[in-house]
Every structure is written in structure tokens, then in C-alpha cells.
């Protein structure tokens, strides 16, 4: 079938030849009025030659690109990807008895711009955020049925949040039914998903390898957890024998879900719930703990808010590392994207320096691999993280 073309300025061609996967709106010079969003076109040099298929809408990334061949973008294509997206989850080892929770698909690291696919014991959750992968969702839908098989129970679409406003779009199940709250295991430990009513597609996968870690260090440990949202920290660290938790978030609906968690899983140490603000909560701690885990919701989302961001993460850590117990640790974390491990890292020493305090970096933590950089694509890192123990 024949695709709408469009054409890009002379030495705009250069990132699409390094494969980056956007287009810019600036970088277009052909008409663009007869293109609908969510068109499939095909990105051509000013001399009209093929360079890439993607997704247009009407936005400041123009076109997210699917192929950098003449590939129709069909069943076929959708089956392609996500079978190779499912693949690396497989080859990860990421579905065991023991763990069931992990990300399909990450948007450009899995070459499929503006697409997040989060799998929770048997159920997909589909989060578009692009009007193009909206519109392709019967492909996925039907492209995650053949590459699960049995393993999959119900497909369920989010993207009303993700969507612009002039889509109408409901949340709902495309494939298959499930009950929520819905049981899976991360990593040994049960957790209550709820993708209706919960933040994003319900749990924050991304940190699973840094809450393993976090349980390495637990053992007779008193730990606060700040934003915590479900829980994901403290239940690792009771798990793995920390003698007390206090799990701290300005959400009451997030307490509850902790609250929830922690009572299904049997453990023997003790948590208790804080509703609060972290930042206000952090400038005088009640108690000596032996580590901190500061995990914010991304302070910058934009460029512009880089600033401001920095001087909220210098706060937060500064409050942690002035208080927190003689040897002990805190686990930092930044998801904002246009804050880089460099400047975070630049920003939690200058943190030590406000606290006076000696810091020592033992480990610098990342985003883990179900949630693949595309090498073509850096902006694809987001989520940084140090662990540093306080002389
Ligand atoms: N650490 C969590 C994910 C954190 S998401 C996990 O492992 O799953 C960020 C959380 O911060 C959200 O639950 C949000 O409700 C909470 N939050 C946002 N602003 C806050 C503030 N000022 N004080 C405390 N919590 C806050």
C-alpha cells in the first residue's frame, strides 16, 4: 500500500543516517497539512530519496521512525518486533517462579518509538505515547498474543495519561480479563499490581535490580524508604531481613498500596507508614537510620527545569547525608532525563559539601536491561542512581 511521504531539509538527513529514530517538526519542508496523526509516512531527502518509515503526528517530534527500510508497517511488522522484544525478556531470565513482573517493550530501545509495554504475572499493559502506536494497537495486541502464547491472560490499554488531549481514548481490555489488584512476584516478593486505579501501568518495574541490591544490604538494618509509592524498596528490604522499615509518601492512596503489600507477604521485621511531604519530612529525621532511599518522581521533565531540578535533588540528599547514622548508606536516585549521571552525581557531592560531611560513592546504579538504551537513541537513559556511604 502507497504511504504519505515527507520531506526533510538539506543536512537534516545526517541523524536519520546515524539512525536516531525522531524527525523535527523544523525539519520539514513539504506540505504536511494532508497528514493525519498517527499516519504511517515515509521520510524522504530533499531530493526525494527514501530514508526512513515512522509514525507522523502533529507535535514537535514529527515522525517517530519504525524502519530505516521500505518495510510495510503491518501485522507482520508488529509481530516481528515484539517477538524480538519478548525474546530479550526470555534470554534475561526474567520470567522464573520467582519473578513475573518486567517491561516487554521500552519505546526507542526496543525500536518501537512511543510504545511501553509492562508485563504483570500473565497481563500486558499497553501505555501509547504516540497517536500512531494507539492506532496500531490491534497489531500489538494480536503481536503479544503470538509471541506469549499461554503466558499471557489479558491485554489491557492505558493511554488516556500519555495521549494528547484531542484523542479520545478509553482504558480498557483489548484481550482477555483480569481482577485487580493482580498477584506477581518480583524477585521473590508479592505485590499487588493495580493498573485501573495505580500510577502509570501500576508498579515501578525499572527499579527491580536496585531493590535486589538495597536487600543485599538489609540484613538488622533500620531503613527509610522516601517515595515509595507501593513499596517496592521496603518490601525487598524486609524480605532480606532489615529489622525495621518506614516507608514515607505524600500519597495516602500510595501508603495504602504499601500498606497492602506488606501485609501479604509474611515477614518478620517490623514497617511502619508515613503519609508526608519527603522534603519537609527530611529536614528533622526521628530516627537513626542505617540507610535512606530517596527516589523522586522527576523533578525536571524539560530542559528548563533543569535548574531548579538540581537545586531539589542538592536539598533532598543534603537533608539525608547530614543526618544519616555514622557509616551508613544512602540509595539516590534521579529519573529526570535531562539531568545526566554526571551532573546527578556532581549534584549529590556538592550535597556532601553543603552537609560537610565525607561521602564515599560505592555504587553507581542504572536503569536495568528490560529497559534497553537504543545506542542510536542516548535521551533513551533516564534513571540514575548511587549508592553512597556517609563517614
Ligand atoms: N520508589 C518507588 C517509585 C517512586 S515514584 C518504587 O520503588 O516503586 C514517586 C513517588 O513519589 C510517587 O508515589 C509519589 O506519590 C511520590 N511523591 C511525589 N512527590 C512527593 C513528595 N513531595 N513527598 C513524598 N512523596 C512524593
Redesign the pocket.
Known amino acids: 500500500m502507497s504511504v504519505k511521504s515527507v520531506q526533510i531539509r538539506k543536512g537534516k538527513e545526517q541523524s536519520l543516517l546515524r539512525k536516531h529514530p525522531w524527525v523535527f517538526s523544523g525539519a520539514i519542508f513539504s506540505e504536511i497539512s494532508d497528514i493525519e496523526d498517527g499516519d504511517v509516512v515515509s521520510v524522504e531527502d530533499f531530493k526525494g530519496r527514501f530514508l526512513a518509515k515512522g509514525h507522523f503526528q502533529h507535535a514537535t517530534i514529527s515522525v517517530r521512525i519504525l524502519s530505516f527500510e521500505d518495510s510495510e508497517i503491518y501485522q507482520e511488522f508488529f509481530n516481528k518486533a515484539i517477538k524480538n522484544a519478548v525474546q530479550l525478556r526470555m534470554n534475561l531470565g526474567l520470567l522464573n517462579p520467582n519473578n513475573n513482573i518486567f517491561r516487554i517493550c521500552h519505546g526507542e530501545g526496543d525500536h518501537l518509538p512511543g510504545l511501553i509495554i509492562d508485563f504483570y504475572n500473565g497481563v500486558a499493559v499497553i501505555q501509547c505515547h504516540s497517536i500512531g502506536m494507539f492506532r496500531s494497537i490491534d497489531f500489538i495486541s494480536k503481536a503479544l498474543q503470538e509471541a506469549l502464547g499461554s503466558n499471557l491472560k489479558a491485554v489491557y490499554s492505558k493511554s488516556s495519561d500519555t495521549l494528547p488531549e484531542r484523542i479520545e481514548s478509553k482504558d480498557e481490555y483489548i484481550f482477555g480479563n483480569c481482577e485487580t489488584p493482580h498477584l506477581a512476584t518480583e524477585n521473590g516478593v508479592q505485590y499487588q499490581i493495580d493498573w485501573v486505579k495505580g500510577?502509570k501501568t501500576g508498579?515501578?518495574i525499572d527499579?527491580r535490580d536496585n531493590?535486589n541490591l538495597l536487600g543485599k544490604y538489609s540484613f538488622g538494618k533500620k531503613i527509610l524508604?522516601?517515595?515509595?509509592?507501593?513499596?517496592?524498596?521496603s518490601l525487598q528490604a524486609l524480605n532480606q531481613n532489615a529489622s525495621l522499615v518506614h516507608s514515607?509518601?505524600?500519597?495516602k492512596?500510595?501508603i495504602e498500596l504499601t500498606d497492602a503489600n506488606v501485609s501479604i507477604n509474611k515477614f518478620k521485621g517490623q514497617h511502619a507508614s508515613i503519609v508526608?511531604?519527603?522534603?519537609?519530612?527530611m529536614k528533622e529525621l526521628k530516627e537513626d537510620y542505617d540507610i535512606i532511599?530517596l527516589?523522586?518522581?522527576a523533578f525536571a521533565k524539560h530542559r528548563d527545569k533543569r535548574h531548579k531540578a538540581i537545586q531539589g535533588y542538592k536539598r533532598l540528599n543534603a537533608h539525608a547525608i547530614r543526618q544519616i547514622k555514622s557509616g551508613g548508606l544512602i540509595f539516590t536516585?534521579s529519573?529526570s532525563q535531562v539531568v545526566d549521571k554526571y551532573l546527578f552525581t556532581n549534584t549529590v557531592i556538592a550535597a556532601a559539601i553543603e552537609a560537610r560531611r565525607n561521602v564515599r560513592i560505592l555504587e553507581q546504579l542504572h536503569q536495568p536491561a528490560d529497559h534497553p538504551i537504543n545506542a542510536f537513541h542516548p535521551e533513551g537513559e533516564y534513571l540514575k542512581g548511587l549508592v553512597i556511604q556517609v563517614d
Do not use: I, W
Open positions: 500510577q508498579f515501578f527499579q531493590r524508604n522516601t517515595f515509595c509509592y507501593s513499596g517496592g524498596f514515607l509518601d505524600s500519597s492512596k500510595a508526608a511531604d519527603a522534603m519537609e519530612y532511599v527516589d523522586p518522581p536516585f529519573c
